[in-house]
């Protein structure tokens, strides 16, 4: 069961604030609401309250919806405006609201208010998401680089710059063979920006679109280059071990 959204309304007509309220309940939208009439309320209910979109007014008693732009950094804005007066419902975008509405005297703008609320909702929890992931990959211990479907590489973490030596500006745009051998994952190895090279544990994702065409892939390097010079010291160690005890039998057996 999806949450129900949380509005904060900012509305100075009581007509208008009662229009609202007599819509949410007519169509059973699932809202959890709160309205206050002044700019001062919105601030104090900002402050005691999460809300998920905020819709405003754009003209109000003690100040303006670019002020509460200014306010509600991170929730989406939809900002109501009278008729005839788009450009400020332009500038109020350019200031940073999600989308506006143009009130009409019959209030059927209220029709197109829930369409608006969900898409703007959505689309704030989509770039919440997206931003979690980034923060996420960007700040892991692996190597993390993203190529499109032509093998061009398009986006490299912070891990990716320590290990391979390259900034972001040196290989965005560039085929991924400058990082080495081409490899499908697994174990493999690759090519620093000195030129040095190093092995790595490789595995890859495919990215689908919307529509299920590969975007393209995601690739996650481990550098293994302390683990394989164990191992071969251990190769090493045992084939000492073996030697010798070859030879010490091969010695049993003469003096025998």
Do not use: W
């Amino acid at each position: 069961m999806t949450d129900p959204i949380r509005i904060l309304l900012i509305e100075d007509d009581t007509v208008d604030q009662l229009a609202f309220k007599r819509h949410l309940e007519r169509e059973k939208l699932p809202y959890h609401y709160e309205v206050v009439q002044s700019m001062r309320d919105a601030l104090a209910a900002l402050k005691r309250q999460v809300f998920d979109i905020i819709v405003s007014d754009y003209n109000l008693g003690d100040g303006t919806a670019l002020d509460v732009c200014e306010a509600a950094k991170g929730i989406p804005l939809i900002v109501i405006t009278g008729a005839g007066n788009e450009e400020i419902a332009v500038k109020a975008l350019k200031s940073g609201a999600y989308d506006y509405i143009i009130k009409d005297a019959d209030r059927n703008y209220l029709k197109v208010l829930p369409l608006t609320v969900e898409k703007a909702v959505q689309s704030n929890r989509a770039d919440k998401q997206v931003k979690m992931l980034m923060h996420a990959v960007m700040h892991i211990n692996d190597s993390v680089y993203i190529t499109d479907t032509q093998g061009i590489i398009r986006f490299v973490n912070q891990a990716f710059h320590q290990t391979y030596g390259f900034s972001a500006e040196e290989v965005i745009g560039k085929p991924v063979s400058v990082l080495g051998e081409e490899c499908q994952g697994g174990e493999c190895i690759q090519r620093r920006k000195d030129g040095s090279t190093f092995y790595v544990s490789l595995s890859k994702s495919i990215v689908r679109d919307d529509s299920g065409e590969v975007a393209g892939v995601v690739a996650v390097a481990r550098d293994i280059t302390e683990r394989k010079a164990a191992e071969e010291a251990l190769r090493a160690s045992e084939e000492k071990y073996r030697q010798f005890f070859d030879e010490d039998l091969a010695g049993a057996f003469i003096a025998t």
